[in-house]
């Protein structure tokens, strides 16, 4: 009887083993495949209601942050198709340290002329919260940054 409980309980493990949950990279791949596979009006909207709920905000509020939500899903996708010609084509080369200066100005100039946007549609409350949000998001994304630099130079 009590191998017969010891099989048993190796067999159920082995069972929770087997259906181990996805990696992160796997999850990570599929949301970027589900954002190539929206439009961008759909990217758009979806981002100005989660801003709605986050910011509470009023209907005009909304109509203009669609407007800059829709052109920065417009740029996001036309990059991302860009990106995704070069790779497949094989073209897609290490960009110089010129490229990366010139790519770094221009996010940095879309980032400040959103921001002066955002000023002027949101009341002050508003826009407290959202630069916090704003904060933590890059926050995290330099904190992902950084763990995968991490695991790149352990696999070195």
Do not use: C
């Amino acid at each position: 009887m009590r191998k017969i409980l010891v099989l048993v309980a190796a067999f159920i493990s082995l069972q929770a083993v087997a259906q181990a949950p996805k990696k992160q990279g796997q999850r990570h791949k599929e949301g970027r495949q589900t954002m190539m596979n929206m439009s961008a009006e759909d990217m758009a909207t979806l981002q100005t209601k989660k801003m709605t709920l986050m910011l509470d905000l009023t209907a005009s509020q909304q109509t203009e942050i669609q407007k800059i939500n829709l052109e920065n899903a417009t740029k996001r996708k036309a990059i991302m198709a860009e990106h995704k010609a070069k790779k497949e084509s094989g073209l897609l080369q290490k960009p110089t340290q010129e490229e990366k200066v010139a790519r770094m100005h221009a996010m940095l100039d879309h980032r400040i002329a959103v921001k002066a946007k955002m000023k002027k549609i949101l009341d002050k409350e508003q826009y407290e919260k959202w630069e916090k949000a704003q904060k933590r998001m890059a926050m995290k994304m330099q904190d992902k940054k950084n763990g995968m630099q991490k695991r790149h130079a352990h696999k070195e």
